[in-house]
């Protein structure tokens, strides 16, 4: 099932044109990667998902799925890592959207909110305090947060960004766990390994061009070659 398309569409900032007359599909248990170059438009396009701005041209069809239904993980939290908060206050934060503007949790989310921290390996630290955690530990809270939003589609912003390699490797683990379980995944990466490794999808942006398609088939064109090339990987 389609759960997202966008035909034709132009997407910028401001009235500058970053990527014109694009199309692409997201389609249920899909797990995509984004690439592309600093300034090719991954950001403004996890922004138009979002709804945070608007296209220039066209339109974004959601089928099935609210805006409200969309778990985001950006690359630089709005929680700052110091944040002085439990780690139960922060994923069930994710329920705020829902909420408009009431702090009053109900008893079924703060049940999800356990059973969402078990299921990424933090059962038993819900009352211990954001802060004291470690980088890959937060990563997971975060994570957890998105997952309050949302069973089918989550937008992760390089969620393996600070981490170390066995870190990340654990985050990559965790994610590809998810979209087997059956959510959707999409992830802006400058990382090769989800790429290889566990991408189904590659979106790649390029200044003022756009790839979609199969993972064997980017790898097959110029700028999946690029991208290996860059990565310091030969792929055979």
Partial sequence: MTLMQGRDITIGYEGDVVIPDFTFTVEQGDYICIVGENGSGKSTFVKTILGLIEPLKGRIAYNGLRGNEIGYLPQRPLIQRDFPSSVMEVVLSGCLNRHRGMFRYAPHEKEKALSVLKRLGMDGRAGDSYQE???GQQQRVL?????MATEKLLLLDEPAAGLDPRTSSQMYGIVSSLNSQGITILMVTHDIHPVLNDAKTV???SHRSFYQGSK???FHTE???VFLKEAGHDHS
């Fill in 203 to 205: 979106f790649h942006f």
């Fill in 133 to 135: 955690l470690s980088g």
């Fill in 223 to 225: 700028m999946g070659r």
């Fill in 143 to 147: 994570l957890a947060r998105a997952l």
């Fill in 216 to 218: 064997d088939d980017y």
